[in-house]
């Protein structure tokens, strides 16, 4: 079963919007990253907050966690057409940390209208 | 640097040929993973191994195997294909131990379609 539950499944925003995308998880994590696909190529890590962190900035991106709701959050401020990608969350829950396995979420597929 | 790098980029095959999708790195990490990609389901860990000369099954591990003769190469075999097993196949590596968050960094996948 999946880790990770992501929510909304798909968002359109325009321009210059701000983008938030939620994630929810079910057991004990050492760390939550996020990814981002674009279109048919792989995936590209954006971010990573550890378990004893709140919250995590680089650039236009923000993500939260709150380990007591298993729960975490990515807000893209300023959105560009750029932005338009599928966005996934993924943990390395504690019973599943075997060389570095992460589980991901279904993703969150964001459209920003120029 | 090249990252990781797939191929073949994207093949069509008869149900019950095999077929082994190649996967390298040149980033000396120690671990590498194999993920197939449908809609509405996310990535699923197929195989993944921890160091060379070891494996381990992941999420969906019927119908694949893997090897991880070296440190760069870890090629996925489908022995003989099924039409379930059409899909997007991502490879992916990440440098895990102490200290170090496992950060996967993905291949451009392979599209392979069992007819």
């Known amino acids: 079963s999946q880790q990770g539950e992501e929510d909304p499944q798909a968002l359109s925003i325009q321009e210059g919007e701000n983008a938030t995308m939620n994630c929810s998880y079910k057991t004990s994590i050492n760390n939550l990253q996020w990814y981002r696909q674009n279109s048919g190529r792989g995936l590209v890590h954006l971010i990573l907050i550890r378990s004893n962190e709140r919250e995590k900035h680089s650039g236009r991106l923000r993500v939260t966690l709150d380990t007591s709701k298993k729960s975490s959050s990515l807000l893209i401020t300023a959105s560009r057409a750029a932005d338009t990608a599928s966005y996934f969350c993924?943990?390395?829950?504690?019973?599943?940390?075997?060389?570095?396995?992460?589980?991901f979420g279904q993703g969150t597929e964001l459209s920003v209208k120029p | 640097t090249a990252g990781i790098t797939q191929a073949p980029t994207s093949q069509i095959l008869a149900a019950g040929r095999s077929m082994t999708l190649r996967c390298t790195q040149d980033?000396?990490?120690?671990?590498m993973y194999w993920y197939r990609q449908d809609l509405g389901l996310g990535l699923r860990l197929i195989h993944y191994?921890?160091?060379?000369?070891?494996?381990g099954k992941g999420e969906v591990p019927d119908g694949y195997s893997v090897s991880r003769a070296n440190t760069d190469d870890f090629p996925l075999t489908l022995a003989s294909a099924v039409p379930s097993q059409t899909s997007v196949y991502f490879c992916?590596?990440?440098?895990?131990?102490?200290?170090?968050?496992?950060?996967?960094?993905f291949g451009p996948g392979t599209r392979l379609t069992v007819l």
């Open positions: 980033m000396r990490h120690n671990a």
């Open positions: 992916a590596s990440s440098d895990v131990g102490q200290g170090a968050p496992g950060t996967q960094y």
């Open positions: 993924a943990t390395d829950a504690l019973s599943y940390n075997q060389g570095g396995k992460l589980i």
């Open positions: 191994s921890n160091t060379a000369g070891t494996t």
